[in-house]
């Protein structure tokens, strides 16, 4: 008898999980569900930061870091700020780490201002598993085809 195959979650990627990603978020009930979207698209090294400034100490603490996920209104460090941040404070590679808005933002004064500081894109809320995927996979430059 054989049983039926398991066939893989919904844009689950198994290359994911060789990109540590952090997380800054200061709702921590949206930062749980990112994780959690994080672990069922197939990311394993996920490090997380309740603001801004624990997300630059978090940054200046691992060893490596492939992509973060930031929310831009946060106190009392905001994400452009983070961002701002990261830019001018840490020394490469961190200093260039690419950097995803996870937002609910999408006026025009919020967006310029993010894009003085070279984010890597933006995700809006309500965040859909697919869309982050394709975003991170992106970003990741991970080859469509070899999807899981």
Known sequence: MTG???????????EFAAYPILVVEDDPVMRRNLIQMLRNIGFYQIHEAADGEAGITAL??????????SD????????????????????PPARDVPVVFVTGHGDVET????????PAGYVLKPVAADKLSAR???????NE???G
């Open 136 to 142: 991170l996979a992106q970003i990741l430059n991970l």
């Open 72 to 91: 831009i209104t946060m106190a009392p460090v905001s994400g452009l700020k983070f961002l701002e941040r990261v830019r001018t404070e840490l020394q």
């Open 60 to 69: 200046k603490s691992m060893a490596h870091c492939d992509v973060v996920l």
């Open 145 to 147: 085809a070899a999807s």
């Open 4 to 14: 039926t195959p398991i066939s893989p979650k919904p844009h689950y990627r198994v």
């Open 111 to 118: 967006v310029n201002k993010a894009k003085q500081l070279r």
